[in-house]
């Protein structure tokens, strides 16, 4: 289910920071993609730090994917940006490919909740690509993760409202 450095790994199944309903951590991916969309930002290798800065802010992501031939080669991130870029390399002749993230991490489709949020924290990253047979599929964030459980917690909290409401009427 998850891939680093290409090989596969289950992903532990430790607690987590988030707080959530066991239905909810469940759930596929595959069905907050569906929900969010898939469209997956990406920047060949070439493209200098500068343009690859530019292209995250013109479409406000913090993490955009570098392919190279229709393959994953890295992904370049905020985190990057600070640690690996600001007043250590020249971003207008920069490549990308110079200061990405070349480890990445990929999960399927079919990953769960409490599987992506484990991943998000043990190996304290905030993005995964999403794979399905080879094709990238869609990207994940640690927002997604939170912003699902979230809505979750708020239509579980308004249905035990509904609940209390009506046994004390």
Known sequence: RVVAHGFAFAARRSPVTFSATP???NVAISVLLRRKGDQ????PPELSVLEAV???N????????VL???AIAGIFTERDVLRRV???VDPRVTPVSAVMTTEVITVTPDATVEEVATIFTEKRCRHLPVVDQGRLA???SIGDISRWIAANDR???????????????
């Open 58 to 65: 013109r479409h406000r992501v913090g993490a955009v994917v």
């Open 40 to 43: 997956v930002f990406s920047v």
């Open 138 to 140: 869609g990207l994940i």
């Open 54 to 56: 530019a292209e995250m």
């Open 68 to 70: 190279s031939g229709g």
């Open 23 to 25: 239905t909810t951590m």
């Open 86 to 88: 600001l007043g250590v």
């Open 155 to 169: 239509a579980e909290a308004e249905s035990l409202k509904g609940y209390i409401a009506g046994e004390l009427s």
